[in-house]
């Protein structure tokens, strides 16, 4: 089973709000993503690290921001949350020799009312 | 535009049929299709992946066929049973496993 964890796995929060989600890896990939997934949609890329400080924008254009302090640890953030947020979103991690798969974690459910 | 093509969007097969899922990609530049499977409230796990340089991958009773001149791939689920019940996404990158470009998703069910 993949080692890659997110927190929390729900969260229902007021619109303005700041809020954090947390992923954290413990296979030391250095390859770390954000995914975006609508109910019932296909994913979309919102952003990834190749390694600690660094961050780049997916395709899916997000107002969400991340950090890589830590090779194990790559949290995304909203400054002030709006419905239009309400969405799951997965983390993911691969290897650098992209001889494995992407792991995902379990993702979080954001609901923003 | 979508990179990724997939259909159909809901399938339904009695246990012990074959259950077939197609995709059409765009780019000949991708080089890893992977299958991911999603149960409800879970995260995608991969299922199987393929590279284009073979034409059918099988591991069990799940088999990836894939036309490169056509640039279309398929997952086939042979003996489907009910546990694999669940959402299927193909997907297409560039470099293995990096930056995924999803396919719209397959809900399947199997009945006993």
């Known amino acids: 089973e993949a080692d890659i964890y997110q927190t929390p796995r729900y969260l229902v929060i007021g619109t303005g709000k700041k809020i954090t989600l947390e992923c954290s890896q413990t296979?030391?990939?250095?390859?770390m993503y954000w995914y975006q997934q609508d109910p019932g949609m296909e994913l979309h890329l919102i952003h990834y690290s190749y390694g600690v400080n660094s961050t780049e924008k997916g395709d899916l254009s997000s107002e969400s921001t991340v950090s890589r302090i830590r090779t194990e640890h790559f949290p995304l953030t909203l400054e002030s949350a709006r419905p239009s947020h309400t969405s799951q979103y997965l983390c993911?991690?691969?290897?650098?020799?992209?001889?494995?798969?992407?792991?995902f974690g379990q993702g979080t459910r954001l609901t923003v009312v | 535009q979508q990179q990724v093509k997939q259909s159909p969007q809901s399938l339904i097969v009695q246990k012990g049929g074959i259950s077939i899922i197609n995709c059409a990609y765009e780019n000949t530049a991708f080089d890893y299709f992977p299958w991911y499977q999603q149960f409800p409230g879970k995260g995608p796990a991969l299922l199987i992946a393929?590279?284009?340089?073979?034409s059918e991958k099988k591991e069990g009773r799940f088999t990836i066929s894939f036309n490169k001149s056509a640039k279309q791939f398929s997952l086939h689920i042979m003996d489907s049973q009910p546990g694999d019940s669940a959402t299927y996404f193909c997907?297409?990158?560039?470099?293995?496993?990096?930056?995924?470009?999803f396919g719209t998703g397959t809900r399947l069910q199997v009945f006993p």
């Open positions: 393929i590279r284009p340089d073979v």
């Open positions: 296979m030391g990939h250095d390859k």
């Open positions: 993911a991690s691969s290897d650098p020799t992209g001889l494995t798969e992407a792991f």
């Open positions: 997907a297409a990158s560039y470099l293995g496993p990096d930056k995924l470009i």
